[in-house]
Nanobody
Framework: QVQLVESGGGLVQAGGSLRLSCAAS????????MGWYRQAPGKTRDLVAI???????NHANSVKGRFTISRDNAKNTVYLQMNSLKPEDTAVYYC??????????????WGQGTQVTVSA
């Protein structure tokens, strides 16, 4: 099965930057897409950005122009570069992927989540 390992979260001041990384590992799987979601207290888990295996990207309106998703297929790793961070970006960020293998059909996988806190 696929495992997702996240890194890069932390505490920053408003206007600062963070870069999140998520590496997928496993045997015999094929990744269809990877992305990032976030969930703030009292809010739903919402899409931040997603990138397909072909490199097609989509970013939420709230982060367009500030966040950029990218992917390294050779490393099975997805990144989220976050610039001009705002306090309202504070949330738990979750890595997400869809993958398939010979023993499992297309399945959604989630990372454990990493806290991003932006102070005023």
């Amino acid at each position: 099965q696929v495992q997702l390992v996240e890194s890069g979260g932390g505490l920053v001041q408003a206007g600062g930057s963070l870069r999140l990384s998520c590496a997928a590992s496993g045997s015999g799987f094929s990744i269809n897409a990877m992305g990032w979601y976030r969930q703030a207290p009292g809010k739903t888990r919402d899409l931040v950005a997603i990138i397909t295996s072909d490199g097609i990207t989509n970013h939420a309106n709230s982060v367009k122009g500030r966040f950029t998703i990218s992917r390294d297929n050779a490393k099975n790793t997805v990144y989220l570069q976050m610039n001009s961070l705002k306090p309202e970006d504070t949330a738990v960020y979750y890595c997400h992927t869809r993958a398939s293998s010979s023993s499992h059909p297309l399945t959604a996988y989630w990372g454990q989540g990493t806290q991003v806190t932006v102070s005023a």
